[in-house]
């Protein structure tokens, strides 16, 4: 082979192994729920979409349908950008106003309950892909009525309970600490985890009893049934549901540019039959549970398209480049004879 011929193809093998690496590079978006206390979409989820064992989350998949329990960890606007109260109405919050979730809004006292105490608490958010931005976890006020539908009134908006910003992610979780108030019966902690490298935001509703008891009834009524206490779910149950989830981890394209949470459908994947054949370097987002700390790419939704385009300009460059080193190696040929 000439030697034109061969640093031809040297370049633009070169160049293709940065194409590929571009594609799979792009980090994944952020999703969770708070997993201590539980969150009314996991605790639901842990019972079983298919058939909860209490009647709050049978009266959810009811209002709702089964899908929004799947999708526990995507109850999220795209476009929030801390404008929190202006885009879900009151009696909305716990779905922040996705039609999807609207089971998680029924205004009722017999939602499973964590037990807790005044005083420190140990959070736990659940999640499934980290990134930048501020966590913060508001309680009810006292005199909190569970059987009417929650307002950003009902809530102690001037002081959260917790606050936090770019804690570390390990072992599938957020840990962070804050301070319970002095509070009696069932109470509500909202929590709104608002990102620092996008405007998207993520909410979540942990129905808590304080007290010791778990009647949950606030301690105006005594019904016949005791509030179960509230279990996140395991492992085992988040990977088993896995399939049936519509939550998107790869960007969310158009979706942040509106309020719902409504997942688009994926487009084909034109890198899928390159990572199948770069099997020793995986790039695929981390499963539930990875201590990878992703919150260091700071990357946003765009990121991919970024990558992708990114790719697709090197590999065009690498054939402009193989086409013109032929051309001078043919002319140069012809001008030798």
């Known amino acids: 082979m000439p030697a034109r011929r061969k640093a031809a193809a040297v370049a633009a093998l070169g160049l293709t192994p940065l194409a590929l690496t571009a594609l ?29 064992a209490s009647d709050a989350c049978r009266a959810a998949v009811a209002a709702g349908g089964t899908q929004a329990l799947y999708d526990w960890n995507g109850i999220r606007i795209g476009n929030a950008d801390g404008q929190h109260q202006a885009l879900i109405p009151d009696g909305k919050l716990c779905s922040a106003n996705n039609d999807a979730f609207k089971g998680l809004d029924l205004a009722r006292a017999d939602w499973p309950a964590t037990s807790v105490s005044s005083g420190s608490y140990t959070f736990k958010y659940r999640v499934t892909a980290p990134h930048k931005g501020t966590f913060k976890v508001y309680i009810t006020k006292p005199g909190y ?39 009696s019966g069932k109470q509500l902690l909202y929590a709104v985890w608002q990102r620092s490298d ?55 394209g158009d979706q942040d540019a509106g309020t719902s949470a409504e997942p688009e459908a994926k487009p084909e994947a034109k890198a899928e039959p390159v990572a199948q054949t770069e099997s020793s370097v995986p790039d695929e987002p981390k499963a539930a549970g990875s201590t ?36 001078r190696a043919v002319s140069g040929g012809r001008h030798g004879r």
């Open 198 to 252: 996008s405007p998207e935001a993520f909410y979540s509703c942990s129905d808590v009893t304080f007290g010791g008891g778990s009647s949950g009834d606030g301690g105006t009524t005594s019904g016949p049934s005791p509030v179960p206490t509230a279990s996140a779910p395991s492992e085992e149950q988040i990977e088993d549901g896995g399939d049936q989830s519509t939550v998107e981890h790869d960007g969310h």
């Open 145 to 183: 009525d569970p059987s009417q539908p929650l307002a950003w009134d009902d809530l102690d908006l001037s002081d959260p309970v917790a606050t936090v910003t770019d804690p570390a992610a390990s072992g599938g979780f957020y840990t962070f600490s804050g301070t319970l108030p002095e509070r």
């Open 292 to 327: 990878e700390n992703l919150a260091e790419t700071g990357g946003d939704s765009s990121t991919p398209y970024l990558a992708m385009g990114g790719a697709a300009t090197l590999a065009l460059g690498s054939a402009v480049l193989f086409a013109s080193v032929r051309r």
């Open 24 to 52: 799979s590079a792009a980090p994944a978006s952020a999703h969770g729920s708070m997993g201590d206390p539980v969150s009314r979409v996991s605790q639901c989820y842990a019972e079983g979409p298919e058939s909860p």
